[in-house]
């Protein structure tokens, strides 16, 4: 989610000023700022959405992959609308299903909103084993659950959610009408056991909850919660100075992005204003701070006319390579069992790599743009969520497919005026060449 643009716009105004200081140096300058990230198209995109009541308040949000093992041409991606829900698109980026956001019905109550997806594969259920996508609803405070059937018909999407399922962070409606609800999303499959969770953050709450996957009557899925942890609020600067992100009063610095290295069973957060924690996933581990965001330490006032921050003077403290909001997080593995985390970087519009290996700690590896294929097929830009698979996905995709939410999308035929989402298609062998090069 992109809050307080008044600190995205320096960060970005400052990656601007960089990126042309580069390209205006001589030949022979060497160093980062003479050599921009390298950049990758698009190859295709899905229909714009809008929100706005003319659009049905649909917003792009987060993508999964979920790949037919039998026919890979016939693979999905599965992304989140939030008050319009789920949409379902093939691997030409046309839309094959849309799943309505439930909602209570009962007025003044807050609407279903789908915020983040992830995927289950062979998940236990009391009818057998199936795929399925978790979503989190965060107008309602659950998760949903839907089985994945490529061709059954009327779409390949089934709410197999268990109806009793409870409200994961809130005690009544009315806290739940207060939307510090289930925001992002990860799961997790414990090879030891074969147990799977999902790990799901409290929006405006540094809270992170552990949640188990049940199998229930009739083919259901339930869930039930085994821990909670909460990550830091305030941070002790260098200086000693205590740091707290700037915020609307009574919000904390939330997390979104999550995704969990089913080889080492690490879960790395992003915690939007601050950086990317990494811990263990089932919640029983300290955090480490893996990197920090370049505003880290950087203080600012809140304007409530304006709703938004105006940053002070930066004392320094922060990161080098992403810019708050970081976003979506997945992990980009490869054969060898070596890979990367990724991780969009909305502040400045980015792409970072991170090596998956522990005993490096994750070192920083380099970074990469989404940008314009064509005039009718834009880039990435303020990018909320991200989603990768590293294995052949038919004709289309032979060597992966990264996909990538556009928070500022421009429409073909312009649309006029009215902002637009959606979500790009890139061919994953594109990406790779250009990291190696």
């Known amino acids: 989610m992109l809050r307080h643009r008044t600190l995205r716009s320096t960060a970005l105004a400052l990656s601007t000023t960089l990126t042309a200081l580069a390209l205006a140096a001589p030949a022979e300058a060497h160093g980062p700022a003479a050599d921009p990230l390298p950049a990758v198209t698009p190859r295709a995109e899905t229909s714009a959405l809008h929100d706005d009541e003319a659009g049905g308040n649909a917003d792009a949000d987060d993508p999964a992959i979920w790949r037919n093992t039998s026919d890979p041409d016939r693979s999905l991606v599965i992304a989140t609308a939030k008050e319009a829900g789920l949409r379902v698109y093939d691997l030409d980026a046309r839309q094959v299903q849309a799943i309505p956001a439930p909602s209570t019905g009962a007025a003044g109550d807050a609407p279903g909103r789908f915020n983040n997806v992830d995927l289950v594969t062979g998940l236990r259920l009391s009818s057998g084993r199936a795929d399925v ?177 105006a940053p002070g003077a930066d004392p320094g403290f922060g990161g080098s390579r992403i810019s708050s909001d970081v976003e979506g997080l997945t992990l980009l593995t490869e054969s060898d069992g070596d890979g990367y985390l990724l991780s969009s970087s909305q502040g400045d519009d980015t792409f970072a790599l991170y090596d998956r290996e522990l005993k490096d700690n994750n070192e920083y590896e380099g970074g990469f743009r989404v940008t314009a294929a064509s005039k009718a097929l834009d880039g990435s830009e303020e990018c909320d969520g991200t989603a990768v698979l590293n294995a052949p996905l038919g004709s289309r995709y032979p060597r992966g497919l990264l996909v990538v939410q556009d928070g500022h999308n421009t429409s073909a035929d312009g649309d006029g005026g009215r902002e637009s989402t959606d979500f790009k298609f890139v061919d994953l062998g594109r990406v790779m060449d250009r990291i190696d090069d």
């Open 133 to 309: 996508a978790v979503t989190s609803d965060r107008g309602n405070d659950r998760l949903r659950v839907y089985r994945i059937d490529r061709d059954r018909p009327g779409g390949p999407l089934t709410d197999i959610t268990d109806p009793a399922a409870a409200p994961v962070f809130s005690g009544s409606q009315s806290e739940i009408n207060d939307q510090r609800t289930a925001y992002g999303l990860a799961t997790w499959t414990d090879r030891r056991t074969g147990r799977s969770y999902a790990l799901v953050s409290r929006r405006e709450r540094t809270g992170i909850a552990l949640l188990e996957l049940t199998a229930t009557a009739g083919g259901k899925v339930g869930y039930r919660k085994v821990r909670t942890l909460d990550l830091p609020s305030a941070f002790r600067l260098p200086n000693g100075a205590t740091w707290s992100p700037c915020a609307e009063p009574g919000e904390l610095p939330q997390v979104e992005g999550m995704v969990v290295d089913p080889d080492n069973g690490m879960l790395y957060a992003g915690q939007e204003d601050v950086g990317i924690w990494r811990l263990r996933a089932d919640l029983t581990s300290a955090p480490q701070l893996v990197d920090k965001v370049r505003e880290y330490g950087v203080p600012g006032v809140y304007d409530e006319e304006t709703e938004e921050c």
